[in-house]
C-alpha cells in the first residue's frame, strides 16, 4: 500500500461548488503540505501544518481552507471552487527535524495526485 | 524575479549522452537543496540531496554554488529511463518552506 494517498484522485466540478480533496499517510510524520501544480510554475505551496495544532498559509492559500483531522490526515478544501482553481494538486509530507533520520533532512514523500478541473 | 529558476527545456539527448542543468536560487540564506524527478503524471520524487561538498550517486552528481547562488545536476551516460522532468527544491533550515522550480525536461532517445 502507498504510504501517501489522496482521494479522489480526479474530479470534475461546477464553478461555485464546495470541493474538498483528502490526504493519508502511514509514514508517522508530522509535517503534511498542500501543493498545486500548473504548467510552467512548478508546484506552488497552499497550506502547511506541522502537527495536529499547528496550521500555516503557504505561498497561494487565498481560496483554500484546510483540516488536519490528526496526525496522519490533511484535508484540503475549495469552499467555491472557481476555474483558475484547475489544476493537479498534491499532498506531502516530511519528516519533523527532531525526529528525521541521518540522509533524508527534509526529504518530502508526494501523494500520487489528484487532478481537479472546474468548469 | 523567481525564488528559484530553471531552464524549462526541453533537453534532447541520445542514449549515452551527458547532459547538465544549472538551477539559480534568489535567496541568500537558503540551506537546504534538492534535486527532484517527476514522470509524466506522477507524483515528484527524491532523486538526490545536494550538499556543499557536491554529491555523487551513481551516474547523477549536484553540486552546489553558493557564492553564485546556483545548483547544478550532471547525468552521465544517459539511459532512456532517463527521460523525466528534474524540479530543482530549495529551502531553509527549518525545512518547512520548500521552494520548487518549474523543472527541467529531459528526452532521452534511442
Known amino acids: 500500500d502507498a504510504d501517501v494517498t489522496q482521494t479522489p484522485r480526479n474530479r470534475i466540478t461546477k464553478t461555485g461548488k464546495r470541493i474538498m480533496l483528502e490526504c493519508s499517510q502511514t509514514?508517522?510524520?508530522?509535517?503534511m503540505y498542500w501543493y498545486r501544480q500548473d504548467p510552467g510554475l512548478g508546484l506552488r505551496l497552499i497550506y502547511y501544518?506541522?502537527?495536529?495544532?499547528?496550521?500555516n498559509k503557504g505561498e497561494i492559500s487565498d481560496g483554500y481552507s484546510v483540516s488536519r483531522q490528526a496526525q496522519a490526515k490533511f484535508s484540503l478544501s475549495l469552499e467555491s471552487a472557481i476555474p483558475n482553481q484547475t489544476a493537479l494538486y498534491f499532498c506531502?509530507?516530511?519528516?519533523?527535524?527532531?525526529?528525521?533520520?541521518?540522509?533524508?533532512?527534509?526529504?518530502?514523500?508526494f501523494g500520487p495526485g489528484t487532478r481537479l478541473t472546474v468548469l | 524575479r523567481k525564488e528559484v529558476e530553471q531552464d524549462p527545456g526541453p533537453f534532447n539527448v541520445p542514449e549515452g549522452a551527458t547532459v547538465a542543468f544549472n538551477c539559480t536560487y534568489s535567496?541568500?540564506?537558503?540551506?537546504?537543496f534538492f534535486w527532484y524527478r517527476q514522470d509524466c503524471r506522477k507524483e515528484p520524487k527524491l532523486l538526490m540531496s545536494?550538499?556543499?561538498s557536491g554529491n555523487e550517486d551513481g551516474r547523477f552528481t549536484a553540486q552546489l554554488n553558493r557564492a553564485s547562488q546556483y545548483i547544478s545536476l550532471l547525468i552521465r551516460d544517459s539511459k532512456l529511463s532517463d527521460s523525466a522532468t528534474y524540479l530543482c527544491?530549495?529551502?531553509?533550515?527549518?525545512?518547512?518552506?520548500?521552494?520548487f522550480g518549474a523543472g527541467t525536461r529531459l528526452f532521452v532517445k534511442a
Open positions: 506531502a509530507t516530511s519528516d519533523s527535524p527532531a525526529t528525521r533520520l541521518a540522509g533524508s533532512y527534509n526529504e518530502q514523500f
Open positions: 509514514k508517522g510524520h508530522d509535517r
Open positions: 501544518s506541522f502537527d495536529v495544532k499547528d496550521i
Open positions: 535567496n541568500s540564506a537558503s540551506q537546504s
Open positions: 545536494v550538499y556543499s
Open positions: 527544491v530549495v529551502g531553509n533550515t527549518g525545512g518547512f518552506k520548500t521552494i
